[in-house]
């Protein structure tokens, strides 16, 4: 069955960095978009970073624009998301997710994702 794996959240201090992965095990990433979401306690799941399967190009919304840094390497089938400069708040649980189709803006939150991972939790605090 195909699945998706996250790994890599944990406890970062304010500013610090953390670089999340997303493993496909029984699916090619090559051929799937790749975003990436968060979802804290009791809010909305909000779309981050997607990266896509093309020319690997990449989306980011604005607020973590400047900060995050998604990219894909398709031999170890694995996608990464490099945060950086991260922000105290609400602990969030992050997802990545697939889909077959081409990302052509920032706006990829609503499209209907074929996989979903289970989820990291990532920790701000000092």
């Known amino acids: 069955q195909a699945q998706l794996v996250e790994s890599g959240g944990g406890l970062v201090e304010p500013g610090g960095s953390l670089t999340l992965t997303c493993t496909g095990l029984g699916v090619s990433l090559e051929s799937y978009a790749v975003s990436w979401f968060l979802q804290a306690p009791g809010k909305e799941r909000e779309g981050e970073s997607c990266?896509?399967?093309?020319?690997?190009?990449?989306y980011h919304v604005d607020s973590v624009k400047s900060r995050f840094i998604v990219s894909k390497d398709n031999a170890k089938n694995t996608v990464y998301l490099r945060m950086s400069n991260l922000k105290s708040g609400d602990p969030a649980v992050y997802y990545c997710?697939?889909?077959?189709?081409?990302?052509?803006?920032?706006?990829?939150?609503?499209?209907?994702?074929?996989?979903w991972g289970q989820g990291t939790d990532v920790i701000v605090s000092s």
């Open positions: 990266v896509n399967y093309r020319d690997t190009s990449s």
């Open positions: 997710a697939a889909i077959q189709k081409v990302i052509y803006s920032k706006d990829f939150e609503a499209f209907d994702y074929a996989f």
